[in-house]
């Protein structure tokens, strides 16, 4: 009988026991955030909603963990703690439900707006009927109401390069048509057979 001894690589029984060593010691993910019993510090500072929305938190001060538990309970609400690393914790008394949602608003109304600019790009020729440029100011006035860029442009083909002038009349007129949107890098410039002009989005009011 031959008997047949077969090693598993080194570098394989390593990478299995770190990983199965990892997974004992990784317990379960913590809490979004931590209310109520669930808050590990004897003594936190705590704050709540001032009375005016569009105020900052009142600081109602230091105390400890079960006062500020029974504080919260005597209003009805929770003990949310929303700055655990401070020296004490701080907690907000406020209901969790309503503190997630201000959360889920306060992200949104950030990724608006840091909305990623792009360059819209609109074709007109100097001979454009006036039902066709309307189409483009509409085009335009979207692109600019979404924090885009508008890059507007009057190609020239051949002999048209002689009316580069009624091109410029064009843009300028263009500008004007989007002054509510958006207003003008400059005057219109031309490039090669080109007559460009670019238009930045206003500030968003508010």
């Known amino acids: 009988v031959v008997t047949y001894h077969v090693r598993a690589p080194s570098a394989l029984l390593h990478r299995s026991s770190v990983a199965m060593m990892a997974g004992r010691g990784r317990g379960p993910p913590p809490p979004e955030h931590w209310i109520n019993e669930k808050i590990n510090a004897e003594e936190v500072r705590v ?26 309970r005597s209003e009805g609400v929770d003990l949310v703690c929303i700055s655990p690393g401070a020296s004490p914790p701080v907690c907000k008394i406020i209901d969790y439900g309503r503190f997630k949602f201000q959360l889920e608003k306060k992200k949104k109304m950030i990724k608006k707006q840091t909305h990623e600019q792009v360059l819209k790009e609109i074709k007109l020729s100097y001979t454009i009927e006036q039902h066709d ?7 335009a006035q979207k692109f600019l ?15 048209e390069m002689q009316h580069t002038a009624i091109g410029a009349e064009l843009l300028q007129k263009l500008a004007e048509s989007l002054a509510e949107f958006g207003s003008p890098d400059g005057p219109p410039k031309q490039s090669g057979n080109r007559m460009e002009m670019y238009v930045t989005p206003r500030p968003k009011k508010g």
């Not at 005016?52 to 504080?71: H, Y």
């Not at 440029?133 to 085009?139: D, G, H, K, P, T």
């Not at 109401?145 to 002999?159: D, E, H, I, L, S």
């Open 133 to 139: 440029l309307n189409v483009r100011i509409r085009n």
């Open 47 to 72: 704050v709540m909603p001032a009375e005016d929305p569009t105020q900052p938190d009142e600081a109602i001060g230091v105390m400890s963990k079960a006062d500020a538990l029974a504080r919260a």
């Open 145 to 159: 109401t979404q924090g885009n860029k508008v890059k507007a442009v009057v190609q020239f083909r051949g002999r």
